[in-house]
């Protein structure tokens, strides 16, 4: 249930408590002018079978209301606990997408430097040549974007599956066209043709980009769990995994 969706039963439950109580006043004046031989007990008696009538008119959707702010303020809690979890997370996947020289996409710029100084040269270096190695300086922007986001969440639950969902999306674009995609595209041209300080330096960086992955993937599960309808993920729960060079 959302945000608006409470405000939307609030406000009609408060235009239905004015009407029913202007109705109830209405009532109470007719009998009171028109029946005035009547015994007070008895136009008492009528007033209180009204109200009671009315009460439970109004009863289920008094409850669901109670119940809908009830799961809203619970879900906010669990937002505001998990999202320490998915801002380190989100401070872990730095290492991986930043300049560094300790990371998968510095490696494979390796490869492509490699072919450009000879250390792969003839035939293979034509093939290399041919690999879309992508550069992440320019994906990194959105990166930082994302990080100041981060500095203004408001503890809601909206707001929270929000910035789970956008991290969801850098993080997919990143594993599959920086880091997968190329892989595969090296694989095809052969893995004994890799020279093998850069074969050694992937497998190296790709067990702790692993490690990583495994992390994010069973947070994704927990919030899908917590925050998910039916069969609806919220954000993936199954990233592929980069194959060995």
């Known amino acids: 249930m959302t945000d608006e969706k409470s405000e939307y039963y609030k406000l009609k439950i408060s235009a239905g408590l004015i009407g029913i109580l202007a109705s109830i ?4 004046g007719v009998i009171v002018n028109v029946y005035t031989y009547l ?24 409850s669901n209301f109670i119940k809908n702010k009830g ?23 730095d290492e991986f997408i930043s300049n560094r020289n300790d990371n998968i996409p510095h490696v494979l710029q390796d490869l492509s430097r490699s ?22 300086e320019p994906f990194y922007d959105l990166f930082i974007n994302l990080q100041k986001r981060f500095e203004f969440f408001n503890g809601t639950k909206g707001d929270f599956l929000l910035l789970a969902q956008e991290f969801d999306t850098i993080l997919n674009i990143y594993n599959r066209f920086h880091i997968c995609k ?6 095809k041209i052969g893995r004994k043709k890799v020279p093998e300080e850069i074969k050694e330096n992937y ?43």
């Not at 006043?25 to 109470?28: A, G, K, L, M």
């Not at 190329?182 to 694989?187: D, M, S």
Request: aromatic share 14%; proline share 4%; net charge positive.
């Open 203 to 245: 497998n190296k960086y790709k067990r702790k980009y692993e490690r990583f992955i495994e992390d994010y993937t069973n947070f994704a599960k927990k919030i899908n769990n917590k925050f998910g309808f039916g069969e609806r993920n919220i954000i993936t729960a199954y990233l592929e995994m980069p194959k060995e060079l």
């Open 182 to 187: 190329p892989v595969e595209e090296i694989r």
């Open 39 to 62: 015994p007070e007990w008895l136009i008492w008696s009528v007033f209180i079978f009204i109200a009671i009538v009315i009460l439970w008119l109004l009863s289920h959707p008094v």
């Open 115 to 136: 072919v450009t100084t000879k250390v792969v040269d003839g035939p293979d270096k034509r093939e290399f040549e041919k690999i879309s190695i992508l550069r992440v």
């Open 71 to 93: 799961e809203i303020r619970e879900l906010n809690v669990l937002a505001r606990k998990y999202f320490g979890e998915l801002k380190t997370l989100l401070e872990r996947f």
């Open 25 to 28: 006043f209405i009532i109470i």
